[in-house]
């Protein structure tokens, strides 16, 4: 079975801080994405890459970059933290052959 | 651009009922369709998907769905509600080329009493 391992469970951070989120997969797929989940939202995109060094903006990029310097690795990077990007995390990547999208378990940040 | 709707937030059934979780999408080319469920404080487990060929899809725990062209929609069903289905669950569609971006509805919470 493919593994999408997102790095930290729970995650607190200050107002400020630079905030890294790591992804990882481990079935070469090529694409992969980073989602934000609230209440009553749902699931956002906030940006995705088809390769590697290759990023593409979804629907809300705003306050977040990303880092894809390998293949199974996809980062999420908070410049500058506020609080209302107190939220859940998901990584996915994708199968594109079967294309089975396959989900982290998620990382939960608190931003004080 | 390709967009998702879920009508109701929340939906409540009684064990052993029918379950209808109703999703209609736009999109521009013909769409890949999914619905995925989510257990409190679990990730996105996939329930079942729709990509070409037969419109009725069957899916895990007993759950299906069936793409309707004419009526842009992709509504879940399960026969007879178990109070294990009480979940968030998840619409979610992708414009045709398969391993784009997933666009995701905003959620139905399904709540199952006895």
């Known amino acids: 079975d493919v593994k999408v391992t997102q790095s930290s469970r729970y995650l607190v951070k200050r107002t400020g801080e630079k905030v890294f989120l790591e992804c990882v997969q481990d079935m070469d797929h090529e694409n992969m994405f980073w989602y934000r989940q609230d209440p009553g939202l749902g699931l956002r995109l906030i940006y995705f890459?088809?390769?590697?060094?290759?990023?593409e903006k979804g629907d809300i990029p705003e306050g977040y970059s990303v880092s894809r310097e390998k293949k199974e690795r996809f980062s999420l990077i908070l410049e500058s933290a506020s609080t209302n990007q107190t939220s859940m995390y998901l990584c996915a990547s994708t199968d594109v052959a079967a294309f089975t999208v396959t989900f982290g378990n998620g990382t939960r940040l608190t931003v004080t | 651009a390709q967009s998702v709707t879920q009508l109701g937030s929340h939906v409540s059934v009684s064990e052993g009922a029918l379950v209808l979780l109703r999703c209609n999408y736009s999109?521009?080319?013909?769409?890949?369709l999914f619905w995925y469920v989510q257990y409190p404080n679990q990730g996105l487990q996939l329930l079942l998907k729709?990509?070409?060929?037969?419109?009725l899809v069957k899916g895990i725990n007993g759950f299906e769905a069936e793409f309707k062209k004419s009526e842009t929609s992709f509504h879940l069903t399960k026969p007879s509600a178990h109070m294990s289905d009480a979940a968030e669950y998840f619409c979610?569609?992708?414009?045709?080329?398969?391993?784009?971006?997933?666009?995701f509805g905003k959620g139905t919470t399904l709540s199952v009493s006895s």
């Open positions: 729709y990509t070409t060929g037969a419109t």
């Open positions: 890459s088809y390769d590697v060094k290759m990023k």
């Open positions: 979610a569609v992708s414009e045709g080329q398969a391993g784009t971006a997933l666009i």
């Open positions: 999109s521009s080319v013909p769409p890949y």
